[in-house]
């Protein structure tokens, strides 16, 4: 089974930085790309990341591109997004989400963690 | 990277077929079969219903079906019951990067 778990995501002043991460098991990491999404409050699903089975390949939105990193270690199995220069418009629930292989769908979601961006 | 265009809500009684639809640009919906669609329930994380314009996954219900037309795509789910009831969203690949996602649908079953 495929389970994907979230952790990181915490109160930051806006100008912060903060890294999550994702523990990915129940399936061959380094074969799947990755991607993060994130849903504000209230709000619908954005596409914020994405990276490819060997790392080789990264991809990110215009709202974050220059600010977020992501990243991945197969040897742990966990995907990480480094999120920097953090402003009020990025508090979301950010989402794990697997690639389904060859394929551009998400088959499998963590369940989120809060990123709150806030003095 | 403009969100595709979901109608805001659809509603419709148990045992009746409603359809969702989902405008793009031929660099998104229109250009590529990658197009897939999510229901999300309150509080949940989303789940995928339908990929690569009309495929579903293993374990998904044949009430719920996908189409595309030109620059649209559509869900349509038949005989609505009320687990219908949630968010919905679709997704595409895009010539400028991996995913775009909808607007959002909000499905009621009254």
């Known amino acids: 089974e495929v389970q994907l778990l979230e952790s990181g995501g915490v109160l930051v002043q806006p100008g912060g930085s903060l890294r999550l991460s994702c523990a990915a098991s129940g399936f061959t990491f380094s074969n799947y790309a990755m991607s993060w999404v994130r849903q504000a409050p209230g709000k619908g699903l954005e596409w914020v990341s994405s990276i490819s089975g060997s790392g080789g390949s990264t991809y990110y939105a215009d709202s974050v591109k220059g600010r977020f990193t992501i990243s991945r270690d197969s040897s742990e199995n966990t995907l990480y997004l480094q999120m920097d220069s953090l402003r009020a418009e990025d508090t979301a629930v950010y989402y794990c989400?697997?690639?389904?292989?060859?394929?551009?769908?998400?088959?499998?979601w963590g369940q989120g963690t809060l990123v709150t961006v806030s003095s | 990277q403009s969100a595709l265009t979901q109608p805001a809500s659809v509603s419709g009684s148990p045992g009746q077929s409603i359809t969702i639809s989902c405008t793009g640009t031929?660099?998104?919906?229109?250009?590529?079969?990658?197009v897939s669609w999510y229901q999300q329930h309150p509080g949940k994380a989303p789940k995928l219903m339908i990929y690569d314009v009309s495929n579903r996954p293993s374990g998904i219900s044949n009430r719920f079906s996908g189409s595309k037309s030109g620059n649209t795509a559509s869900l349509t789910i038949s005989g609505l019951q009320a687990e219908d009831e949630a968010d919905y969203y679709c997704s595409s690949y895009t010539s400028s990067s991996p995913y775009v996602f909808g607007t959002g649908t909000k499905v009621t079953v009254l």
């Open positions: 989400a697997k690639d389904q292989y060859g394929d551009y769908s998400v088959d499998s």
């Open positions: 031929s660099s998104d919906v229109g250009g590529y079969n990658y």
